[in-house]
């Protein structure tokens, strides 16, 4: 288990009520969430403004990745240990499902580089949209 409030502490951070809160619902969820979703996931004392901001605060202490899938709008994941996953979002009906593929070290192989970030989303029509 990765213990956020250490991470936080030794950034010099507080482990705030929006920061435990935001956790909680990345923690909960089995899919990246966008903001409203996350803003929908915690008690209404916390505004929107409060979640950007702390969403703001894991993308920079790298707890939290950006997932892009095409929305116009950005979801967003815990980073977590070891395994990862990508997705298919379909653009119908919204639907998102794991993929779990990922290119990281054929790419590490293929270029001699440490990579530090990437995104592999795709977008497409499920099979109950097409059907
Ligand atoms: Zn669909
Ligand atoms: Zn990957």
Do not use: W
């Given at each position: 288990m990765i213990?956020?409030?250490?991470?936080?502490?030794?950034?010099?951070?507080?482990?705030?009520?929006?920061?435990?809160?935001?956790?909680?619902?990345?923690q909960?969820?089995n899919e990246p969430?966008?903001?409203?979703?996350?803003?929908?996931?915690?008690?209404?004392?916390?505004?929107?403004?409060?979640?950007?901001?702390?969403?703001?605060?894991?993308?920079?202490?790298?707890i939290?990745r950006?997932v892009?899938?095409?929305?116009?709008?950005?979801?967003?994941e815990l980073v977590g240990e070891g395994k990862h996953y990508h997705y298919?979002?379909?653009?119908?009906?919204?639907?998102?499902?794991d993929i779990d593929i990922c290119l990281l070290e054929?790419?590490?192989?293929?270029?001699?580089?440490?990579?530090?970030?990437h995104?592999m989303?795709?977008?497409?029509?499920?099979?109950?949209?097409?059907?």
């Amino acid at each position: 288990m990765i213990n956020y409030k250490t991470i936080m502490k030794e950034a010099g951070l507080k482990f705030t009520r929006p920061r435990s809160l935001v956790l909680t619902a990345l923690q909960k969820a089995n899919e990246p969430l966008s903001i409203k979703e996350i803003y929908k996931r915690v008690p209404n004392r916390i505004d929107l403004a409060s979640i950007y901001r702390t969403i703001h605060c894991f993308l920079e202490l790298g707890i939290v990745r950006e997932v892009p899938l095409g929305e116009g709008y950005q979801r967003y994941e815990l980073v977590g240990e070891g395994k990862h996953y990508h997705y298919v979002l379909c653009v119908e009906c919204g639907k998102l499902e794991d993929i779990d593929i990922c290119l990281l070290e054929q790419v590490e192989k293929m270029t001699n580089y440490k990579i530090l970030s990437h995104s592999m989303e795709f977008q497409g029509i499920c099979h109950r949209c097409t059907g």
